[in-house]
């Protein structure tokens, strides 16, 4: 295990080598130049809360037409399994403490850790990715299923589609962690992936309540 609580001294004059991870703001000097205060987290809870936006919106729209509407689900289907997804769902929402321990190892400079859990959350969100892949593969239904299979499929694939993100985001800080000779802070950019992360989790508790739990014929 790499451990960088003590970091070596450099020489005066020798430039910082950049983080592998994220940006860190120094109060010290932006203060000193008179520089405006670092708001990147802040930007992006912005960004997930106009996310979260898009994602009411599609409930709400589903909810209103699963509601409405006088036949729900296409012939000859009578519900969605519950079974596989749920199993998918504990998998997913579990990994949010695994990265919240691979956030809190980064924090004691524990790279070795960090990187342990890490890979355990990308693990976690693969294994939810293809397991919903393999549902997709075997459901008696189709996107030109009506009204149900369309909302079905925008609603779990747009979803999805934010875990691949979240993956290929930790996947790109991992790598960065990799490169040797490099000090590592508390990065931000982790920070900002492990948010995401939470929010991808949360949405699909909703959405998994929506679809899976709430079934109508």
């Known amino acids: 295990m790499t451990s960088l609580s003590q970091p070596a001294a450099t020489p005066p004059g020798t430039p910082a080598l950049p983080s592998p991870i994220g940006p860190e703001h120094d109060p010290g000097p932006s203060h000193a130049h008179g520089a405006h205060p670092d708001h990147t987290l802040t930007g992006f809870v912005i960004f997930l809360a106009s996310e979260s936006l898009i994602f009411l919106a599609l409930f709400v729209g589903y909810a209103v037409f699963k509601s409405s509407a006088?036949?729900?689900?296409?012939?000859?289907?009578?519900?969605?399994?519950?079974?596989?997804?749920?199993?998918?769902?504990?998998?997913?929402?579990?990994?949010?403490?695994?990265?919240?321990?691979?956030?809190?190892?980064?924090?004691?400079?524990?790279?070795?850790?960090?990187?342990?859990?890490?890979?355990?959350?990308?693990?976690?969100?693969?294994?939810?990715?293809?397991?919903?892949?393999?549902?997709?593969?075997?459901?008696?239904?189709?996107?030109?299923?009506?009204?149900?299979?369309?909302?079905?499929?925008?609603?779990?694939?747009?979803?999805?589609?934010?875990?691949?993100?979240g993956l290929a985001l930790m996947a790109f800080f991992l790598v960065r962690s990799l490169r040797p000779g490099l000090v590592l802070p508390e990065g931000k950019g982790v920070v900002a992936v492990s948010l995401f992360w939470h929010f991808v989790d949360v949405i699909w508790v909703v959405l998994f309540v929506l679809t899976y739990v709430w079934q109508r014929r």
Do not use: C, D, K
């Not at 519950?82 to 997913?92: A, D, K, M, Q, S």
């Not at 397991?131 to 996107?143: N, Y």
């Open 70 to 165: 006088p036949l729900w689900l296409p012939a000859g289907v009578e519900g969605l399994e519950v079974r596989e997804p749920l199993i998918n769902t504990v998998v997913l929402v579990s990994s949010s403490l695994v990265i919240w321990l691979a956030e809190r190892a980064l924090h004691r400079q524990r790279l070795g850790e960090f990187r342990a859990w890490w890979l355990l959350t990308m693990a976690m969100g693969t294994y939810f990715v293809v397991g919903q892949a393999i549902e997709w593969q075997h459901l008696p239904f189709g996107l030109a299923s009506g009204v149900f299979g369309a909302s079905f499929y925008l609603l779990t694939g747009f979803h999805g589609l934010h875990v691949l993100t």
